[in-house]
């Protein structure tokens, strides 16, 4: 069986979503709207899925003037939102954390400030479940107007104008929608399923209203646009194709673990944590663990430097990127380092290869854990296989990286499980999933829960 460390997202027989989109806070991504008529200020429903990258930030999902409303990730990690004018008119802050990187959470905002009760005016869900628990739970007066719906500049993923852009954020955002003039339940967005009893998406079949839309994420050139039939249409901001991600809350793809890196130091991941670096000799694993199956991924080496790390490591928190680049661990078991391919004794060593060190070289590695072999490829040709794994499916692997600073240069590790950040060559696996630079080797698979619950 797989491990992923964390909740386990869905993986939906039915209704597929089939995009998300990656926003970077180093980038200033994000996306904007000013509706030309006010809709209804009063009820109004945000639903969306978000799968967190960094737990530093505190990303805005959604938020309408430079001071009005928001609701966000706050740095506590906690869900916030609130209305303010020249003091908070409303603000609810949950207790409940929200930490894990490795999984999706269904969010809904539900607004009616008609509603006679106080705390019927303004509910949130995560996973279909309401939260009813807060460390902030102050209430909007009845029939208060609120800037969702107004005349006034909406952002996804940044907060107004000021200071360059407030609360940008390193996240994923998938099946975004603004329903204006209903007060709905997550039940019209999303279901149990059966199966599993993993809350998944569902298809919404409701009506929008004036300023309602539907963000799908589905055309890389036209990220903003709106397909719920209002053409209510974003004005993208710093995002671009490579930012639309296969990675969704019915196919979570692996990525790298912004919680367990780093020996202390963290490694600095961006880019919905899928490239590593500026922390000199810190190593970082995935957040994805196989010990069944056969499984692919590459590695972009980006910079020209020869004493960093790629490979899989048998520890989700390993640290061991302190050890000499060039010197193998108990725990490191498998790896591309300078300029050599090498197993987890010192004697099985492949050296004076020239490879590593180029920018734009993309490693290969097909990791087959019925067998016991990691086959490394360069630029697409099978260079070195370790036959010294075990195969008796004791072990986890998780694939790893660490990254170096070396003569005034950083070294990044550009990770592609399947949804890379950079442009790829549209190679998939057997069963049509992921993004690669060169062919999948026969009978391997992108590291993604469906390809998990099929091979894993």
Not at 147 to 167: E, F, M, Q, V
Not at 217 to 232: P, R
Not at 302 to 318: L, P, V
Request: glycine share 10%; net charge negative; with cysteine.
């Amino acid at each position: 069986m797989p491990l992923i460390l964390g909740a386990n997202s869905s993986v939906s027989g039915g209704y597929n979503v089939d995009n998300s989109l990656r926003f970077n806070s180093g980038s200033d991504d994000y996306l904007n709207r000013t509706p030309a008529s006010a809709g209804n200020r009063q009820i109004w429903t945000h639903s969306c899925w978000v799968k967190r990258t960094n737990l530093t930030d505190f990303p805005s999902l959604l938020s309408a003037g430079n001071d009005g409303t928001e609701y966000y990730f706050l740095d506590g990690n906690q869900l916030q939102f609130y209305y303010y004018t020249s003091s908070y008119v409303a603000e609810i802050q949950t207790t409940q954390l929200f930490r894990d990187v490795s999984a999706w959470y269904h969010i809904v905002l539900s607004v009616d400030t008609t509603q006679a009760t106080s705390s019927n005016r303004i509910k949130i869900y995560v996973n279909g479940s309401q939260i009813t628990t807060f460390n902030t739970s102050t209430y909007p007066p009845q029939n208060t107007n609120m800037d969702i719906n107004n005349t006034t500049a909406h952002y996804i993923g940044r907060y107004g104008t000021g200071a360059s852009g407030l609360r940008n954020g390193n996240y994923y955002l998938a099946e975004t929608y603004l329903i204006d003039g209903q007060q709905l339940t997550p039940s019209s967005f999303g279901e149990t399923d059966e199966d599993t009893g993993i809350w998944i998406p569902k298809a919404y079949t409701g009506t929008f209203g004036t300023n309602g839309f539907y963000l799908e994420f589905k055309d890389s050139s036209a990220l903003g646009d709106d397909t719920s039939g209002n053409n209510n249409d974003f004005t993208v901001n710093n995002l671009t194709s490579v930012d639309q991600s296969t990675d969704t809350p019915t196919n979570n793809f692996c990525t790298l673990n912004f919680i367990q890196n780093g020996n202390g130091t963290t490694s600095t991941l961006t880019e919905g944590n899928l490239v590593a670096g500026t922390a000199d000799n810190k190593g970082v694993a995935a957040n994805f663990g196989v010990n069944r199956g056969k499984w692919f991924w590459e590695v972009r080496n980006a910079g020209s430097q020869t004493n960093q790390r790629f490979g899989i490591s048998n520890r989700a928190n390993e640290q061991d990127g302190d050890a000499s680049p060039g010197q193998a661990t108990a725990s490191v078991r498998s790896y591309v380092a300078l300029n050599a391919f090498k197993n987890y004794t010192a004697s099985s060593d492949t050296s004076n290869m020239s490879f590593l060190g180029t920018d734009g070289t993309i490693f290969g590695f097909a990791l087959d854990l019925d067998n016991g072999t990691l086959g490394r490829y360069v630029n697409g040709s099978l260079i070195n296989t370790d036959s010294t794994l075990p195969s008796d499916n004791s072990t986890y692997f998780f694939p790893f990286t660490m990254v170096t600073f070396n003569n005034g240069n950083w070294n990044q590790a550009q990770f592609n499980f399947g949804s890379p950040m950079y442009s790829a060559n549209s190679y998939t696996d057997g069963a049509g999933y992921g993004n690669f630079s060169y062919a999948v080797p026969s009978g391997y698979y992108a590291l993604c829960t469906k390809n998990l619950a099929d091979y894993g």
